[in-house]
């Protein structure tokens, strides 16, 4: 059982332009939020995280929106650079507002091209 | 301030073989968890261990074990290997309020 799902298992965005990344969960005890970047034969890279009592985190180029009614979060990248090009994984967690015991989605392979 | 460092990259064993993997966490993080991501399940959660004790387990069968030292360096081992264990291992720290950092991850190939 996929508890957070990402459904778009591609994304290609032209540079310049907004990079929208969604991710939905189905457990209602997830109160924290991460978004990671990944590079092939690396790990993991921290991007952005937001709590549940908040609906929106924002860093820079990047903003992460929770919907906690609908169980759906996304990733808002603006302006999209080359350097974004990575595969981006949403996670999530229900210990307490902690990132302990992360469940991660399957993730979703941006391309952002010139 | 140092990365997560795992050891080795890269390793190869054989089926029925038990393997150990290492990684020392950021300084002053006290928490250390292991992941496993395969290409069909993706990235899962094995355990945490945080001032030496389990405090979390992912659904893993026993074979896979785990323990923390004095230093918060982690050791995680993997006993009667099967081709499925086939995967990138990687380890995670963080302190009690900080985010999770990843290490570059360990290799492992059964053969």
């Known amino acids: 059982d996929q508890q957070v799902k990402q459904n778009s298992p591609s994304l290609s965005v032209q540079e310049g332009r907004i990079s929208i990344l969604n991710c939905d969960y189905t457990?209602?005890?997830?109160?924290?939020f991460l978004w990671y970047k990944k590079y092939p034969a690396e790990g993991p890279t921290f991007l952005i995280s937001?709590?549940?009592?908040?609906d929106k985190n924002e860093d820079g180029r990047f903003t992460v929106f929770l919907n906690k009614s609908a169980k759906h979060l996304s990733l808002h990248i603006v302006p999209s650079q080359p350097g974004d090009s990575a595969v981006y994984f949403c996670a999530a967690s229900a210990e307490s507002g902690t990132a302990s015991k992360l469940t991660f989605g399957t993730g979703t392979r941006l391309q952002v091209t010139l | 301030k140092a990365g997560v460092t795992q050891t080795p990259r890269y390793l190869i064993k054989t089926r029925g073989q038990q393997v150990t993997l290492s990684c020392s966490p950021i300084?002053?993080?006290?928490?250390v968890s292991w992941y496993q991501q395969t290409p069909g399940q993706g990235l899962q959660f094995l355990f945490e261990?945080?001032?030496?004790?389990?405090?979390n387990k992912g659904n893993f069968p026993g074979r896979f074990s785990g323990r923390q030292f004095s230093n918060s360096r982690s050791e995680m081992n993997v006993s009667t290997l099967e081709l499925g264990d086939s995967a990138l291992y990687l380890c995670a720290s963080r302190d009690v309020n900080t985010e999770a950092f990843f290490g570059q991850g360990t290799r492992l190939t059964v053969v």
């Open positions: 261990y945080f001032s030496e004790t389990q405090r």
């Open positions: 300084s002053g993080h006290r928490s």
């Open positions: 937001i709590s549940s009592i908040k």
């Open positions: 457990n209602s005890m997830f109160d924290y």
